[in-house]
């Protein structure tokens, strides 16, 4: 069961790449995903395998994706926000060099196209969901329930805002994406 999952991972960051570079240079409508497809080295069919739209090889968010795996479930239901942040940080801190232009390259081109920011707001939600998920407590009562997944909902919708430029380094993006967790649970407007 390895070597698929290696094999599925390989070809979803050759497709990612291919994307990543044809759009910045053509532009994203004019982009095929046959193109995309060519210079992965994939067919078509094996690139919607992978993504089963264009647009979700710039919705597909490893980081995300990571930050739900490093979730502790039992630190998680003591203190979500901390639990959060920690991921959060933990996961930007393990990011390399090639995943980290990835990343930049992948907001270039959503920032350049309306159409692609409003596709990934579905992506978001889900990953949201899922956040909040894990960090709600099996017995918690419907009201903290709720709270908690207004807290995961926020936090999501705030990572995607905070700004990264080409001298960004990981360690002050994470460190920005954490204390976005923390606003999300204290509210933006609170004075400190």
Same mark, same amino acid.
């Given at each position: 069961?390895?070597?698929?999952?290696?094999?599925?991972?390989?070809?979803?960051?050759?497709?990612?790449?291919?994307?990543?570079?044809?759009? &910045?240079?053509?532009?994203?409508?004019?982009?095929?995903?046959?193109?995309? /497809?060519?210079? /992965?080295?994939?067919?078509?069919?094996?690139?919607?395998?992978?993504?089963?739209?264009?647009?979700?090889?710039?919705?597909?968010? +490893?980081?995300?994706?990571?930050?739900?795996?490093?979730?502790?479930?039992?630190?998680?239901?003591?203190?979500?926000?901390?639990?959060?942040?920690?991921?959060?940080?933990?996961?930007?801190?393990?990011?390399?060099?090639?995943?980290?232009?990835?990343?930049?390259?992948?907001?270039?081109?959503?920032?350049?196209?309306?159409?692609?920011?409003?596709?990934? *707001?579905?992506?978001?939600?889900?990953? /949201?969901?899922?956040?909040?998920?894990?960090?709600?407590?099996?017995?918690?009562?419907?009201?903290?329930?709720?709270?908690?997944? &207004?807290?995961?909902?926020? /936090?999501?919708?705030?990572?995607?805002?905070? +700004?990264?430029?080409?001298?960004?380094? *990981?360690?002050?993006?994470?460190?920005?994406?954490?204390?976005?967790?923390?606003?999300?649970?204290?509210?933006?407007?609170?004075?400190?």
């Amino acid at each position: 069961m390895g070597a698929p999952e290696g094999k599925a991972a390989r070809t979803q960051l050759a497709v990612r790449r291919a994307a990543i570079e044809l759009c &910045l240079e053509h532009g994203y409508p004019a982009t095929s995903t046959k193109a995309i /497809a060519e210079l /992965a080295g994939v067919s078509e069919r094996t690139l919607f395998r992978a993504f089963p739209t264009k647009a979700a090889i710039f919705w597909f968010d +490893p980081f995300l994706s990571r930050v739900i795996r490093r979730l502790d479930a039992r630190t998680a239901a003591e203190d979500p926000v901390t639990a959060l942040s920690d991921a959060v940080l933990a996961t930007a801190r393990a990011i390399t060099e090639e995943d980290w232009q990835l990343e930049l390259g992948r907001r270039k081109v959503i920032l350049r196209e309306p159409d692609l920011i409003a596709t990934g *707001t579905q992506e978001l939600n889900l990953a /949201a969901m899922r956040i909040g998920e894990l960090l709600t407590p099996v017995d918690a009562p419907p009201d903290l329930a709720f709270r908690t997944a &207004l807290f995961a909902r926020f /936090a999501v919708a705030g990572f995607g805002i905070v +700004p990264i430029h080409a001298e960004t380094t *990981t360690e002050e993006w994470g460190t920005a994406l954490a204390r976005v967790a923390q606003l999300a649970a204290d509210g933006p407007l609170e004075q400190p």
